[in-house]
Every structure is written in structure tokens, then in C-alpha cells.
């Protein structure tokens, strides 16, 4: 019984292990994506402020616009595609959010198992016990950065209306 107890507590802790390599490397790629989506904003963020500058320059704007227009469909474009990057990591983080609710359970299970099997699997809930603290922390922070990736989408849809606007005024710096 001992012997069976060993196996399915130390089977259950290689998988939770393997769950958590696999959601390490998921969550390196979503940081590196939502890296990617910053350093947009950053240039989104700077070309708007450019943009209202050119409020003062009334005068001329029907030919700013006309000279301009090409650039301005240019960054509409880049908007769209940060747009639709950012909303692909939501699903992604919120995906990730729903595996990392999953994985309780069985963890759970692994501590109920390693508390009947003697010191030996006392030592495996312990670390069980670590793995799912930091489950439970991945799971916080994965949330959190879906929530400020909504807030991030929110923001570059209103800087998306903002450049819409812009492209009724007239180009800065001549």
C-alpha cells in the first residue's frame, strides 16, 4: 500500500512539474508578445502626441492632410495590428488563467494523498504544497496582466480615434 501511495504521489508530482515547465514557457512567450505590444503604444503614443501639436497650423491643413495621409494609414494600420495582437493575448492569458483553475484540483489531491502516506510522502506534499502556492501566484499575475491588457486594448482603441480625427488636421513640421 506504502509502495502504491509512493508511485501515484511521486506520478502526480512529475506532472505537476511537467504542467508547470509547460506553463513557463507559455508564459515567456506571452511576456515577450506583450513586450511587442508596449513598445507599439510607446510609438502610438508619441505620434498622437505629435499629432495634437499640429492643432495650432489650421491654415494650411488641407494640404498637410493631403501630404500627409499616407503616413497617418500607415499608423491606423499599425494600430489595427496591435489591436488585434493585444486582443489574441487576452484570450491567450485568459486561457492560461482557466488551465492555472484546473490544475487546483489535482494539486489538491496530491496534498490529501501525501498526508496519509507516511513522512516519506509527507516531505512530497510539502513540496506539492510549494508548487501550488506558485500555481496560485502565476494564476493572480496571469489575471492581473489580462486585466491590464484590456485596459491597454481600451486605450488603443481611443488612440485609434484619436488619429482618426487627426487626419483632418494639418502635418507638423512642414
Request: net charge negative; hydrophobic share 45%.
Amino acid at each position: 500500500m506504502l509502495r502504491l501511495s509512493w508511485a501515484l504521489a511521486l506520478s502526480l508530482t512529475v506532472s505537476a512539474l511537467v504542467g508547470i515547465l509547460i506553463l513557463t514557457r507559455d508564459l515567456s512567450i506571452t511576456n515577450d508578445l506583450f513586450k511587442d505590444g508596449v513598445a507599439q503604444a510607446k510609438t502610438i503614443d508619441h505620434t498622437t502626441d505629435d499629432a495634437l501639436q499640429g492643432v495650432s497650423h489650421l491654415g494650411p491643413a488641407d494640404a498637410a492632410v493631403n501630404q500627409g495621409m499616407p503616413q497617418v494609414v500607415g499608423v491606423i494600420d499599425s494600430l489595427t495590428r496591435a489591436d488585434h495582437t493585444l486582443g489574441s493575448l487576452a484570450d491567450q492569458l485568459q486561457a492560461l488563467a482557466g488551465a492555472l483553475t484546473s490544475v487546483d484540483a489535482p494539486l489538491a489531491g496530491i496534498i490529501q494523498l501525501g498526508g496519509s502516506a507516511g513522512d516519506q510522502a509527507n516531505a512530497a506534499a510539502d513540496q506539492a504544497t510549494q508548487i501550488a502556492d506558485t500555481l496560485g501566484q502565476a494564476d493572480a499575475q496571469a489575471q492581473l496582466l489580462g486585466q491590464r491588457l484590456d485596459q491597454t486594448l481600451s486605450l488603443s482603441a481611443t488612440i485609434d480615434s484619436k488619429l482618426r480625427i487627426a487626419l483632418l488636421l494639418p502635418k507638423v513640421g512642414g
